[in-house]
């Protein structure tokens, strides 16, 4: 986990600091604070938010000079960046996913609860019904 302050980040991801700002204010860009006032941004975060990065000349000449690497381990990292990314998208998926489920079954479990609410009700016994005496005589002799 490389950590990164504002303006490596802006250097790194082609962006301003004002949009990386926005972004951490907005909830969208993740950060550690460092103490008071220095903020860390994790560049799996900065590939996650703006795509693959854009390193600016100074970064790649710094990159270049540190660690020299063929074009092989070059495309590792960003296929490794890449999945990186889409494995933290679809944990995210799966806890939506996982908290709709438990909401759901909470709602199959009420019904079911109701449902046999309804089902076991006791009836309270109907009297039947006696025909007046007017009308008992008058079938009877009628």
């Known amino acids: ?5 504002v303006t490596e980040a802006s250097r790194i991801t082609g962006k301003s600091r004002a949009t990386i700002y ?8 993740s950060y550690a604070k460092d103490g008071e006032t220095e903020m860390q941004l994790d560049i ?3 590939i996650r938010v ?3 990065l854009v ?18 381990e070059a495309a590792g990292f960003s ?11 679809t944990q995210k998926r799966l806890e939506v996913m ?7 079954e909470s709602h199959i479990q009420d019904l079911r ?8 009700k006791q009836s309270t016994p109907v009297a039947p019904e006696i025909p007046p005496r007017q009308g008992f005589f008058k079938r009877l002799f009628g």
Do not use: W, Y
């Open 44 to 46: 799996s975060e900065l």
């Open 98 to 104: 996982e908290q709709l489920l438990q909401a759901k």
């Open 79 to 89: 296929e490794f960046a890449a999945l990186e990314t889409q494995l933290a998208e």
């Open 50 to 52: 703006f795509g693959p």
């Open 22 to 29: 926005r972004k951490m204010k907005q909830g969208e860009l």
């Open 55 to 72: 390193a600016t000349s100074e970064a790649s000449l710094r990159q270049k000079n540190e660690a020299p690497c063929n074009s092989d």
């Open 113 to 120: 609860q109701a449902m046999f609410l309804l089902e076991h």
């Open 1 to 5: 986990m490389a950590l990164v302050g």
